[in-house]
């Protein structure tokens, strides 16, 4: 089996926990990777379990899923609510921007990730990240518009 790939990626949780089902799993949704299960045992340690409602912004791993061949599976999966995640959201956000009209799901995890940046920066401590995002946001448009 092949081990997770180390890049990163940001998605929406589409459900997780089913009590119904009284499933401690979930579904991610994700543009390019379409949607990846993940189990409990998937999100690192630490992490308050809660966190994983339906559209919640997570940043996980792919690898091989171990029960379906040619399928992904998310792990490393980690709810992003710290200032430290916002450079990685916004360079996520970013990209989004870039690839947009390529994929149906982008409009859908875009308006999340901006919900999440926004939410991030109005409790930010650190008044000088807003800055660093604003001129990275600026040589965006000067680069790509």
Do not use: P
């Not at 089913?18 to 991610?28: H, L, R, T, V």
């Not at 809660?50 to 992904?72: C, G, M, P, Y």
């Not at 940046?117 to 965006?140: G, H």
């Amino acid at each position: 089996m092949k081990q997770a790939d180390t890049e990163k990626y940001i998605g929406l949780v589409k459900w997780f926990h089913d009590q119904a089902k009284d499933a401690n799993y979930g579904f991610i949704q994700h543009a390019k990777l379409g949607d990846l299960f993940f189990h409990e045992r998937s999100i690192e340690q630490g992490q308050n379990i809660s966190s994983f409602r339906e559209n919640a912004i997570v940043v996980f791993t792919a690898q091989e899923s171990r029960k379906h061949k040619d399928k992904l599976e998310a792990v490393g999966v980690k709810y992003l609510d710290t200032e430290t995640d916002l450079n990685f959201l916004f360079s996520h956000f970013l990209s989004i921007l870039t690839e947009k009209a390529k994929y149906s799901d982008y409009n859908t995890i875009q308006k999340g990730v901006h919900l999440k940046i926004t939410s991030l920066l109005e409790k930010a401590t650190d008044k000088k990240i807003v800055e660093q995002l604003f001129e990275r946001f600026q040589n965006y448009v000067n680069t790509h518009l």
